[in-house]
């Protein structure tokens, strides 16, 4: 009894092994129900980039405690607005729960998702696909970030105007570290853009940015900087960027030795008019003075006399008794150059005799008639 007792005992064994068996390699249209739920509660709330967590349990139907074994399904996960899977084939952990999170996918842009989580058996499994009856809401907010921009009066001051471009708010107070990103600065005066350039933001700088103004600014004038700051692709999505406001800076006002802008043409009139203007002045007075010195008929000493000009010759004329009072004016001969011999002394006339030896001359006399003046006898 003994003996067939243990090999009825045996082959019982050998059929619950069987069963056991068929029951793990059933086809779909006899597989046990599953059930898959969330176990984080919904809402699920986080910030742009922020690491939230998901967690889900797939169990048995018949028997809720059970779970279902890793190699038998894994998980989907679906988001609505999207038609492909946010992520796929995620596995069952002993205990029957799934996980999923933002550090296991791509980053999700700001918005408000539904999500549903999905069983799927593996081919032959002996259970049933199934999914979360109701869906769990994520919602991811976006990092505000504040732009503000300022220029250092010092360096106004020295004439090297600098921009300081600072990033804060939300995402700088969460990760301690600015969004890379890239600044665009426009500097203007009076309508006219005297600058337009982009600077490189790197990430994670903790000082604010410093930009140089290299080119040449006019002295004493008010200048404009407007400046605009785009995150990187990868961030811009989740960053609400308050772009900043406008600043004003006046350069120094130019002292003596500082150029002053002027037009060519009008430097050139300006210096040049008042140099002819002396220079006629020089010229008259020259001319003046040399038509005075041969009025009076002076001259440096050994100066040769010029002859006088025809103004002049008619001024002379007017004072003949002026002209025989002196020698006449002797002028120098042209081309060709004649040596004329020294003037000799005319001979004087014979002389006569004044002497008293001779007999005396008389001379003829004429009376007057006393009573006829008139008359003479």
Known sequence: MTGRTRTLGAAVAVLALVGLQLLLTATPASAEPSQISFVTASPVQTAFGGNWNVQMSVRFAAQSTVPIPAEQASVDIYLSGQAAPFASHLPIQPDGSVFVSQATTTTLAPGEYQMTAQLVPVTGSFIEGSQTATPLVLSISAYSIDAKIDVDAASVAAGEPVIEARLSGQFVDTTEAVPAGTWAFTITSGGTTVLETEVAQDAGADDALRYAITEKLDKGRNYQVAATFTPIEALAAGLEVAQPSDVTFHTPDGGLGDPVPYPLWLLILTCVLPLALAAAVIVLTVRIGGRRAVLAGGGPAGSTPTAPTEEFVQVEDLFPLQQAAGPPAQYPVD???????????????????????????????????????????
């Open 335 to 377: 081309t060709p150059t004649q040596v004329l011999p020294p003037a000799q002394p005319a001979p004087y006339p014979p002389g006569q005799d004044w002497s008293l030896d001779g007999p005396p001359e008389e001379t003829p006399t004429e009376r007057i008639d006393p009573g006829d003046p008139d008359h003479l006898r």
